[in-house]
């Protein structure tokens, strides 16, 4: 197949790259590998230079984008990338992220194009996005369920949405989660002055969606020598990041945009990754975290419930006082943390596996209407499902304030995707 891809930021990372470059690094390679060509258009600002044409078989094109207000430099990339496919005629399939693109993918149709779209969750409720944004992207969904050949979901619940909605049916396909043995650099910690164990990490954009509104109120009023490590920052200026950064904690740190083998070695050491997200679709970041044996701490959504099952270590959304109570638990139990960790571990390894993620992608492509990868269950009885919360399984792991919402949810399993790959490790941290 020829392929062509846009709607994320750039491969190979650079900062501002967020959760859908981790996607397209993982995947677009892999489809390389498996004797597709992938034409991927990477995404530039002003005084940006471009990374190279190529990255590990996947040509890259590096086109500028004239604006950086939020929403319309996508809008804007997007319509560059378009009109160079159709001129240029660079692939028969056509994959793009997120569903304020949909008007674009009736553009290629009408070109002879065979067009995907990936569906990161409800992004019209995300307050990342102003006001017209989030109007924009909610009257889209309309055309992202009708106008590509296929639209692939990464998580069950947003899927039961759109299948009750718009009365089809559309494909699951989760993330990946695996770390490669060669890819934890660990010299990142002499260089921030950590040591194992001594930290809490967060790694994401500086967003409200992502939740450090809780996350640094909470820590500070925290009574521990550990430090708190928040890698990322904002895509584009903002206020929100500015505030964040303003707090007079010495034990917090911002060491910027870090990724691979640095980010992976963070992950690997610290204490326990913690995730306060409002919102999510299904994270990369988690992932990645539970397959070094990571302990996770999570917001109780159930796009976060849904990926570590009973391994993790569930606060109340948007409450910052159950955030505080739980990472004081974790604290004090820092054996059953260790424990969360390796179970995380084997959950991971075994549920979400980026070549079987490939390979329902490239069936997905070959056939859009082939019956494939659906996940087990509808919305209403996985939830139904949900046994009582804990951290280890059993009522003597359940760290108090537990709320009443916070379940387990099973993982999808029997789909084709969850199996754990054979030439990847990870090692437990």
Known sequence: MRIATFAFRSIPLRPGCAGADKFALELYPRLVARG?????????????????????GVITKNFYTPTRKKGFDTFAHSAKATWDIIRHNTADVVHMQNGGNSPFALILRLFGKKVFLSQDGVDWKRDKWPWYAKAYLWATQFLTAYGPHGVIIDNIFCKADFEKKFNKTFDFI?????????????????????RPGEYFLFVGRFIPDKGLQYLIPAFER?????????????????????????????????PGFLYGAKTHGLMKNCYAYIQPSDIEGLSPVVLENMALGTPIICSDIVENKYVVGDTGLLFEKSNTDDLLAKLQWALENPDKMRQNGMRGQ????????????????????LDPKGDRHRAPLAIEPVVAAMPPPAVLGDASAMPPGTTSSSGTPTAATGNGVANRPKEHSATAG
């Open 222 to 254: 925290l009574a521990t020598d550990k430090k708190l490590v928040l890698v990322g920052g904002a895509p584009n200026p903002s206020d929100f990041e500015r505030k964040a950064m303003s707090t007079k904690d010495p034990r917090i740190m911002f």
């Open 36 to 56: 597709h060509q992938v034409v991927a258009y990477n995404r530039l600002f002003k005084g940006e230079q471009p990374i190279g044409d190529e990255y590990k």
């Open 346 to 365: 084997l959950r991971a390894l075994a549920e979400f596996s980026w070549d079987a993620v490939t390979e329902a992608y490239e069936k997905v492509f």
């Open 174 to 194: 989760p993330f990946g989660s695996e770390v490669k043995d060669d890819d934890v650099d660990e010299s990142i910690l002499q260089e921030l002055g950590l």
